[in-house]
């Protein structure tokens, strides 16, 4: 088995480099609209480092008026820097933060389809969405979907039961997502049948609450490594999790069938693989589905160390599907580093580690050197556990989305 304790190691990194730190607390607004403006109580920054040396900013020019067309929004899509969204029910006053990738086959005459990326704990958007090995945006380009990357409050988002301060403090992530979206379609011409939830960890957890608190809006969800976080499911780190009473989220009872697919590791460290099947069960159960399942299509293809199964008699145009990689870790499949950022992080992280291994490169030798000699390899294995040999998470979760409309 894997050791832990470089987790705890890896969270530090994380931590010092993922939040933007530019999301603050502010008076509610009495507008009972919401607005997204550049001036809504973010300190604008062109992108400079902040204190652990880390790129940060919220784009200064607001969000552009009139029609969107191909591009990024703010600019540079793999920047630290954010349109801001105020003003939303249940943030608290807070003032949050989301970019937009528009592909560069979008006309407004033809509405796009549009997936919501969802980052994992101690990450932010860039740092998930956008890495090398997950490429969102890349898909986005292939395929001509829009993009949509929200940006979690101090790296976290309200699943329920899992993870980190959005849920302790039960911050309302699914009316988030709809005021992000009502912008959007403000801007861009959007198809409301193809609406696409994706994510990875804590933002798996986020995929699945929108699958049950906002099926009205979304077509289809493709968790990895996350499961529905209600106390009937357990799991997770609090409210919920324990049975304080703390969670908002106690049941899924969604309001119309939501198409599923699961992937998760049978060896994940952070999120039990015997959360799958029960997460499963109640979402073929919300889907009308038969508790019977095969390997056959529209489950994705098997093979290597990878099983994908589906239920059977789901409701009309509805799919649940579940794909385990036998030794898997918690790792967003396919990707290098396992859709932890690595590159990012490590490389901004040399200075956040300063103080602790002796700054910059020798610093992250320090740690390199503390794992033997696997270097990043090394630790990204000893943080998350194994990677896939055939599942392409990015690949599926789009073909799964792609097979999907209401």
Request: aromatic share 8%; net charge negative; proline share 6%.
């Amino acid at each position: 088995m894997k050791t832990k304790w470089p987790w705890t190691l890896s969270v530090l990194v994380v931590a010092a480099c993922g939040s933007s730190g530019s999301e603050n607390h502010e008076t509610p607004s009495s507008d009972a609209g919401v607005t997204a403006r550049g001036d809504g109580g973010v300190e604008a920054s062109d992108g400079g480092l902040n204190d652990a040396g880390c790129a940060t900013g919220t784009y200064d020019g607001g969000v552009p008026p009139g029609p969107w067309g191909a591009g990024d929004y703010p600019p540079g899509i793999t920047a630290q820097t954010w349109l801001p969204i105020s003003g939303v029910q249940g943030q608290q006053g807070l003032t949050r933060q989301y970019k937009v990738h528009v592909p560069p086959g979008y006309t407004a005459s033809a509405a796009a389809p549009i997936v919501f990326c969802f980052h994992g704990l101690d990450q932010d958007g860039v740092a998930f969405c956008t890495d090398s090995g997950v490429g969102w945006n890349t898909k986005s380009d292939q395929e001509g979907f829009v993009l949509v990357i929200p940006n979690g409050y101090q790296q976290s988002w309200n699943g329920g039961s899992c993870c980190g301060t959005a849920a302790s403090m039960n911050l309302d992530d699914v009316s988030l997502v709809r005021a992000i979206f009502a912008e959007v379609t403000q801007h861009v011409s959007i198809d409301s049948k193809r609406v696409y939830a994706t994510g990875y960890s804590t933002g798996a957890y986020m995929s699945y609450r929108l699958a049950c608190e906002a099926s009205d809006l979304v077509t289809a969800v493709a968790p990895s490594a996350g499961e529905i976080g209600i106390p009937s499911i357990g799991g997770g780190t609090g409210g919920a999790a324990t049975g304080d009473g703390g969670s908002d989220f106690p049941a899924c009872t969604p309001s119309q069938p939501v198409s599923v697919l699961d992937i998760h590791g049978t060896s994940d460290m952070l999120i039990p693989y015997s959360l799958q099947p029960k997460t499963l069960a109640l979402a073929a159960m919300n889907d009308g589905c038969s508790t019977t399942t095969a390997a056959s299509p529209p489950a994705p293809p098997s093979g290597g160390d990878t099983t994908c199964v589906t239920y059977t008699g789901c409701a009309s145009g509805i799919e649940v599907s579940a794909c385990s990689i036998q030794g898997g870790g918690h790792c967003w499949f396919g990707s290098p580093d396992c859709g932890t950022g690595a590159a990012e992080v490590l490389c901004s992280g040399g200075a956040g580690l300063g103080g602790l291994l002796g700054g910059g490169a020798s610093g992250l030798g320090a740690l390199a050197g503390l794992l033997g000699d696997g270097g990043i390899d090394g630790i990204i294995s000893s943080i998350v556990g194994n990677n896939s040999n055939y599942m392409k998470n990015t690949d599926q979760a789009w073909a799964f989305f792609s097979r999907h409309s209401r």
